[in-house]
């Protein structure tokens, strides 16, 4: 069947805003189409060669970041802070699986989020959701929650920003594994992890010399790690605008992001998303929630990665401390049994969120934990690679998750809890995070 970037648009497209005026969200959309790609298709296709790697077994893949970014976090400190984190959890990653790991940000784009509920009422008052500053502001006045479609242009451009700012950074140097103390949080040293960290830095440091040494020169192409970006391709007309032809390549590919994905709420296999998403040539991913069943899995395998592309295809499994061991074996099965390779990866975040008897929304580190046990335990079983993790964090010192090894209780909650959405890690509770799968995962290697 013929696909073009607008043929979604026959498709019943779920989690869209309700705009007031349709012909404006066209002209923002053909403005933006007409300005330059945030990403280029040789970032997309580098991605998806690694992605094919770690299908294989080759590498592991850390995905991480923010629920939901903010216009007004797009600021500095905030995504430097981000950036450390993820390059701290790799360090941890590499060191312990001995494996290359591919950073992929929430980031650059994560501006959209798919809602329960169309309307909140508050004492009487009826507004749209919040969807994400993409679409409408969290203040609860009309003239903050009625969709906008030029907030689609400032996400555009606050992506832009951001992504401009991680690029300059690793190109000059930060991420550069002889400094690992660039990376360093402030409130690093009172963490009860930092002295295990720090051998890790210590003992990365060394090997790296060791090989210069042998090698009588630098080491060129591990000084130098990559940052991938990706986010929940929610907001159609967004996603299009962007969608294009490139030169001397087949396809088309979204050049907003790196790897796509899709959320558990949008994967109908008729809808509209899954219709996006199957005409596009990025690596994608689909998260894969309870709900799902076998045949609906094999329907997606088949409509997304007809040909068994290597590299295309990434399944986040998020299921639930308490169902993944039930519920992740016939999953496995049904993509043995379709004959496809895929890249598995854990989101230990989203099937554990719960909220306090007070009503706030949390999730308790050993759920994530023991979520992330659970898949480690599932794939071996079976025989498979689990080689990837998708975790909510942050590089700021929030309390947002309850445990962790300070300890986090629920009246934390109330103390520095700055996420208008799903609870975050934060830096401890990421680094924490990391050496444990650093742990697990190493010792499928021995
Ligand atoms: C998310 O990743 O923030 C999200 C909403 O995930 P899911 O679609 O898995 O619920
Ligand atoms: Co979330």
């Known amino acids: 069947m013929d696909w073009s970037p607008t043929s979604w648009r026959s498709r019943p497209a779920s989690q869209q805003p309700d705009y007031p005026c349709a012909r404006e969200v066209e002209e923002v959309v053909g403005l933006m189409s007409r300005l330059p790609p945030l990403v280029t298709s040789w970032e997309i296709e580098a991605l998806k060669a690694q992605i094919a790697e770690a299908a294989a077994g080759r590498r592991f893949l850390l995905q991480g970041g923010d629920c939901a970014e903010t216009f007004e976090d797009c600021e500095s400190g905030n995504i430097a802070s981000k950036l450390k984190i993820l390059l701290q959890m790799s360090l941890v990653l590499v060191h312990g699986t ?74 000059g140097g930060f991420a550069d594994l002889h400094h690992p103390e660039y990376w360093d949080l402030g409130f690093v040293k009172h963490s009860p992890r930092a002295a295990e960290y720090q051998r890790i830095v210590e003992s990365i440091g060394e ?29 159609l007309p967004y996603e299009q605008a962007q969608t294009r032809r490139v030169p001397r390549r087949d396809g088309w590919y979204n050049l907003s992001t790196h790897l796509p994905w899709l959320g558990m709420r949008t994967c109908d296999l008729d809808g509209a998303h ?36 290597p590299g295309r295809l990434m399944l986040i499994h998020r299921l639930g401390a308490g169902r993944i061991s039930e519920m992740l074996p016939p999953l496995i099965e049904t993509v043995r049994e379709s004959g496809r390779t895929v890249l598995w990866c854990c989101d230990p975040m989203h099937g554990n969120t ?21 898949a480690f335990d599932v794939h071996e079983r079976l025989g498979t690679y689990l080689g990837g993790v998708h975790v909510e964090l942050t590089g700021e010192n929030v309390t947002e998750c309850i445990g962790g090894a ?9 103390r520095e809890y700055k996420s208008q959405v799903d609870p975050r890690l934060n830096y401890e509770q990421a680094l924490e995070l990391a050496m444990l799968i650093a742990g697990r995962a190493g010792e499928l290697e021995q």
């Open 207 to 235: 090997s790296l010399r060791f090989m210069e040494a042998l090698a009588g020169t630098t080491v060129g192409e591990i000084n130098r790690v990559d940052f991938f970006t990706s986010h929940d391709a929610l907001h």
């Open 354 to 374: 719960e909220r306090t008897a007070s009503g706030i929304k949390t999730r308790n580190f050993d759920h994530i934990v023991s979520e992330l046990e659970q």
């Open 406 to 414: 300070r300890g986090l209780t629920e009246e934390d909650l109330a």
């Open 274 to 309: 899954v219709e996006y998403m199957r005409g596009i040539s990025n690596p994608i991913a689909v998260k894969i929630g309870p709900g799902m069943t076998p045949r609906w899995l094999n329907g997606l395998l088949d409509v997304l990665n007809p040909e068994n592309t």
């Open 98 to 171: 001995r494996k290359r790991v591919i950073r992929v940000g929430r980031f650059a784009g994560q501006y959209a989020k798919p809602r329960s509920e169309d309307l909140e009422t508050r004492d009487g008052v009826t507004l749209p959701s919040y969807r994400g500053d993409l679409i409408n502001a969290a203040g609860f006045t009309e003239a903050e929650r009625i969709p906008d479609p030029q907030r689609m242009l400032r996400g555009y451009e606050r992506a832009a920003l951001t992504l401009n700012f991680i690029r300059s950074l690793i190109d």
